[in-house]
């Protein structure tokens, strides 16, 4: 058996997406991979007594799941772009979870369509406190002269939503204090995600798109767009069996990109309710129905001339 150690955050308001997310984890795993589950939750979270992700053990038995509660820790730090607290928790990882030296964070806003297990073996943690995927975002003007403005190289500023920790060198080097000092006197614009590549910085590993498809690598992917960031094979193999991150509007809220990835995983779930898949696309056509000819028009050229992304 293969024991692949996986943390995610998140409050009651995101259960049933975890449960969704969590669902393809294990539905992608391999025979011998086994997926040993930690949940960060505030204390006032209702989730962890209500057996709801417990409902997955009716399925798959290859994971385990541990709730870790991290009290009302960071209950007054800054909050934008209506991303709530709990984004904050991924911080406190090397202190809590005790039980390993490596592990892995994913936000629950994304599929997985790949076992895990080869990426999390193979990559090198020795000498790095964290891995993650290159920001395709940090390419345009606006989002370099942000990165350049923390002090930061712009290449090597990485997402947040998909990571491998070196929890043994980073308690050895007493990064949490730093972390929660940035949380508590720092006004970052992207919150977690900043104070990751600034309290790391200099011992930051790159991983392939693979490891973190977000919404702008899925376009460049499609597009088939040369950049300085990934190359042309990386971006196809995200194509093909990377992690899906909807780290924008999310599919069980509104259109958006991929968002028939979601809707398959969610339909194969034990989670799946008929009535509010029928509600969300029958409210989505009567949207649609509503639109002018014009507009109806201009969605459908985009869609001929664009292609769909899968």
């Not at 090397?94 to 080869?118: A, G, T, W």
């Not at 943690?125 to 920001?135: E, L, P, R």
């Amino acid at each position: 058996m293969t024991k692949v150690p996986v943390v995610f955050c998140f409050d009651d308001n995101l259960l049933m997406p975890a449960g969704v997310c969590i669902s393809s984890l294990l539905q992608h795993a391999r025979a011998q991979t086994f997926y040993d589950i930690f949940i960060l939750h505030a204390t006032d979270c209702r989730y962890p007594q209500s057996g709801f992700l417990e409902q997955l053990h009716l399925r798959y038995t290859n994971f385990r799941i541990t709730y870790k509660d991290v009290g009302t820790i960071f209950c007054d730090a800054f909050e934008i772009r209506n991303i709530t607290i709990a984004a904050y928790y991924r911080l406190l990882i090397p202190k809590l979870i005790k039980e390993y030296d490596v592990v892995m964070y994913h936000d629950i806003d994304i599929i997985f369509r790949d076992d895990l297990s080869d990426i999390f073996f193979s990559t090198d943690m020795s000498s790095c406190y964290v891995a993650g995927v290159n920001f395709a975002g940090a390419m345009g003007k606006e989002g370099k002269q942000y990165i350049n403005n923390l002090g930061l190289d712009w290449k090597n500023y990485i997402l947040s939503g998909d990571l491998i920790l070196n929890l043994a060198l980073l308690r050895e080097d007493h990064i949490v204090p730093l972390f929660e000092r940035e949380v508590n006197q720092s006004q970052y614009i992207y919150q977690d995600m900043d104070i990751i590549n600034i309290v790391c910085k200099g011992k930051i590993k790159r991983l392939p798109p693979v490891f973190c498809g977000s919404l702008e690598i899925f376009e460049l992917a499609s597009k088939k767009i040369e950049q300085p960031l990934y190359t042309q094979q990386e971006l196809q193999d995200v194509l093909l069996h990377g992690i899906v991150h909807y780290n924008g509007v999310k599919p069980w809220e509104t259109v958006c990109p991929n968002m028939d990835i979601w809707w398959e995983c969610y339909r194969k779930s034990i989670y799946y309710n008929p009535q509010f898949h029928f509600d969300f696309f029958c409210n989505k056509l009567d949207d649609y129905d509503r639109l002018s000819l014009w507009r109806r028009v201009k969605i459908l050229s985009r869609y001929f001339t664009k292609g769909k992304i899968k």
